[in-house]
């Protein structure tokens, strides 16, 4: 079936002084207001990035329909990834002529609102690409960042597609990066003959828990969202852990993106292949079962050929946890936030919001709100970074 033309959690951050404790961020200082769930995704008839946003991850709203970057002609814009990274956002996307081309594009922006281009990220080194598809932004623990793409020698669309691993050599602009590594693991990845047709994997999703790398992507030879995991490091090699129609929603979906919600809830928002609308599933006992598919609203949707393949993200500060920061005498400050029943969550301390430094992981609170006292660094400035893990 040809694929129709047409982390890490993230934290809530805090910034401080030796004199006076105060907000970083705009957006966090906005907090109280629940708009906390970003939606990256595209016109399946425009190819422009849109925006969206929601305040319970099912239902989207968007500034002007949510359109907020055209691209240049001749490089259009599909299955827009976001991430933030170090103060500033950015989205790598499927670019060319629905990706016929050796290379995936990446834009950067301040404000989710006003987009650039930063650079063209080369596929050149796995041999005579035609297609390139889907790049996914992955953050690891070790706050490493990376992309996984597929990429495909084979004239014909959708077929022959492997999964590769690249990172930035320049982790603080994003503008070098890394010679692809393939994605291995036989069993999850068979090696597939020339007479196959319809074979490989793309729209790969990672999620890390427990020291697994968890890979969604959609399985070409089963037209199915399939789950791998590998102990082994990011590139595998993986075994299968879900196969088929595991989840209940049928064949010919593709594009998941996948959060943990908070509570023993996960969500998986994922496209249609044939009609280019988005739906979702929730799962509460660690992916075992998957609640029965619900539309997921959107401007303008659901009408076919309308959206696609995104990602869904929580901005710094979007988590709605009522958290507050303050000083407590001489060289200490006191964060105070709403947990989550059930939930554990990990409090870093940075001097220059590179190297992370795990101050406590909190256990499940028996009362809140929760309430921590720290000590200042004695440098002139501290952050503080509080993430919900997963379970």
Known sequence: MRKIAATAPHPLLFAGSLLAAWVLSSFLAASACADSFVLATFNNGEQKLRILHSTNAAEFLGHAQGTVYTPPPGNNLRDPSITHHRGRYYLCHTAGNFGAVDFFSILVSDNLWDWSHLTDVSMAAVGDVLWTWAPEWFLDDD????????ASTTPQISIKHKIYELHPLDPDVLTEWSVPAEVTGPEAFPPWTEDE??????DPYVVKRDGTYWMFFYNTRSWHIELARSTNGLTGPYEPSRTNNWQGIGAFKEGPTVMYLGGGRWRMIYADVIYSFLSYIDSTN????????Q????????TNFTVNHGTLIVPPGGLDLDARIATAGAGHVQIAFQATEGDHYRLSTSTNLSAWTTAEIIPPAASNPVIRTLPTSGSERQFWR???LLP
Not at 143 to 150: A, D, I, Q, T, Y
Not at 197 to 202: E, H, L
Not at 286 to 293: G, I, K, R
Not at 295 to 302: D, I, K, R
């Open 143 to 150: 706050g490493s960042l990376h992309v996984f793409v597929s």
């Open 197 to 202: 047709t319809y074979v490989g994997a793309y």
């Open 286 to 293: 660690n992916w075992a079962t998957w609640s029965a598919p």
């Open 295 to 302: 539309p997921v609203t959107l401007p303008g949707a659901p």
């Open 386 to 388: 509080l993430e919900r």
